[in-house]
């Protein structure tokens, strides 16, 4: 018997992997939003929207083929450590969602979708977006603004649930056992999931439109 087992007998599982405290979360969601706040007002809204519409470009092409790559390479990692068994070394931090990066993950792509969404509805409803003509006019430079910075800081947060194999791995364990906050890492991986897909598309439109 690991020492690990040993652990897990000696002491109950929702005790050994609490659910995160609520204070910690919104303090981590306050500066994630504080974050892509500052950093949308920079890209968006001075000359720094120069070097948002260059990105934009250059991130228009390369982030389908990124967004493959960290989906495969992410359930690889995964799938690997299924054979590990329970003896499989895990991040006890992971498994309580405790992890900042966790956090702002979840936070940052909750943002991201919800920006794309207004974004869509805008150009149905009224034809356009704020700031210009067309079917997204000068409203699609701004937005694009916003979806290089919140792009560039969703890569570095998720980076270690999906580059990481025992943070991948130990979040993988804590859905598969429904412990710790495995609801939390579980609508993780769906919402960030989505919001690559969602800005993948809106990639190909923005190259579409631009040829």
């Given at each position: 018997?690991?020492?690990?087992?040993?652990?897990?007998?000696?002491?109950?599982?929702?005790?050994?992997?609490?659910?995160?405290?609520?204070?910690?979360?919104?303090?981590?969601?306050?500066?994630?939003?504080?974050?892509?706040?500052?950093?949308?007002?920079?890209?968006?809204?001075?000359p720094g929207i120069l070097v948002?519409?260059?990105?934009?470009?250059?991130a228009a092409y390369v982030a389908?083929?990124?967004?493959?790559?960290?989906?495969?390479?992410?359930?690889?990692?995964?799938?690997?450590?299924?054979?590990g068994g329970d003896d499989e070394?895990?991040?006890?931090?992971?498994?309580?969602?405790?992890?900042?990066?966790?956090?702002?993950?979840?936070?940052?792509?909750?943002?991201?979708?919800?920006?794309?969404?207004?974004?869509?509805?805008?150009?149905?409803?009224?034809?356009?977006?704020?700031?210009?003509?067309?079917?997204?006019?000068?409203?699609?430079?701004?937005?694009?603004?916003?979806?290089?910075?919140?792009?560039?800081?969703?890569?570095?947060?998720?980076?270690?649930?999906?580059?990481?194999?025992?943070?991948?791995?130990?979040?993988?364990?804590?859905?598969?056992?429904?412990?710790?906050?495995?609801?939390?890492?579980?609508?993780?991986?769906?919402?960030?999931?989505?919001?690559?897909?969602?800005?993948?598309?809106?990639?190909?439109?923005?190259?579409?439109?631009?040829?």
């Amino acid at each position: 018997m690991s020492d690990r087992d040993a652990a897990d007998i000696g002491e109950p599982l929702t005790e050994r992997y609490p659910t995160p405290r609520r204070r910690s979360f919104l303090a981590t969601a306050a500066i994630t939003l504080a974050v892509l706040g500052v950093g949308f007002a920079i890209l968006g809204f001075t000359p720094g929207i120069l070097v948002a519409l260059y990105g934009g470009m250059i991130a228009a092409y390369v982030a389908l083929p990124y967004t493959l790559l960290a989906i495969i390479v992410r359930e690889v990692v995964a799938r690997r450590g299924q054979g590990g068994g329970d003896d499989e070394p895990r991040n006890d931090e992971a498994i309580r969602f405790g992890l900042f990066r966790q956090r702002a993950s979840f936070v940052t792509a909750i943002v991201m979708l919800v920006a794309i969404v207004i974004l869509v509805v805008m150009a149905n409803v009224s034809g356009s977006v704020p700031g210009g003509s067309g079917p997204f006019g000068g409203g699609l430079a701004v937005f694009g603004a916003f979806a290089v910075f919140a792009g560039a800081f969703a890569i570095v947060v998720n980076a270690p649930s999906i580059y990481s194999a025992p943070i991948v791995r130990s979040e993988r364990y804590a859905v598969r056992q429904r412990i710790g906050a495995w609801r939390l890492i579980l609508a993780t991986t769906i919402l960030t999931t989505l919001s690559w897909l969602a800005y993948c598309g809106f990639g190909v439109f923005f190259v579409t439109q631009s040829m």
